[in-house]
């Protein structure tokens, strides 16, 4: 009997631990999927380009990812340079202005979901830490990519951003920027 009580006990206190961390996730990924629709949207009506920036942490640094939004008064324009990223053709935060009506301040990613890379059109290989962004235009247009997250090395799951609004933004498994892509 005694025994009985310390399993309850014990399952009394680990069960809201695993709930909370579940909706935490599943909140983060609603939140993603309404940021992507409301960029576009806020793109369009205000005419401003915006950003979704996430700062990826490398694997042998212990500090947490974030993400935040930027946006610029008119389109920016973003070149492929000779190595093969996107730049601005002005320094990163020229003109740039933190959106704090979405957000007030950087966001970091529920615990135990980390970003293991980012696939943009234009790049050759996935990005797997820095500081990356992902462009909404005010003509609607939007960077393609592809964002893998995981938790624990266990689950998976790819979120892509698509030039035109799409029904399956978020896949339950790992999805390359080809195969999210192909015709």
């Not at 935490?24 to 806020?42: H, M, N, P, V, Y």
């Not at 008064?73 to 935060?93: D, H, M």
């Not at 529920?110 to 462009?135: M, Q």
């Amino acid at each position: 009997m005694i025994v009985l009580a310390i399993l309850a006990s014990i399952a009394s206190l680990a069960i809201p631990q695993l709930s909370s961390q579940n909706y935490s996730r599943k909140s983060f990924f609603r939140k993603l999927i309404a940021l992507d629709k409301q960029l576009r949207s806020l793109a369009q009506l205000q005419n401003r380009t915006y950003r979704i920036n996430f700062k990826i942490k490398s694997s042998e640094k212990k500090t947490p990812s974030l993400f935040w939004i930027d946006y610029k008064s008119g389109r920016e324009t973003i070149i492929i340079a000779k190595n093969n990223l996107f730049k601005n053709k002005a320094p990163v935060n020229n003109g740039w202005e933190m959106a704090s009506k979405i957000f007030k301040t950087k966001q970091q990613l529920p615990h135990l979901l980390e970003i293991v890379s980012v696939e943009l059109e234009g790049y050759k290989k996935a990005l797997s830490s820095g500081l990356i962004s992902i462009y909404f235009f005010p003509e609607g247009v939007t960077q393609k990519s592809v964002i893998h997250f995981s938790e624990n090395k266990k689950h998976e799951w790819s979120f892509i951003t698509r030039t035109f609004i799409s029904k399956d933004n978020l896949l339950f498994k790992n999805i390359s920027f080809k195969e999210a892509f192909q015709q």
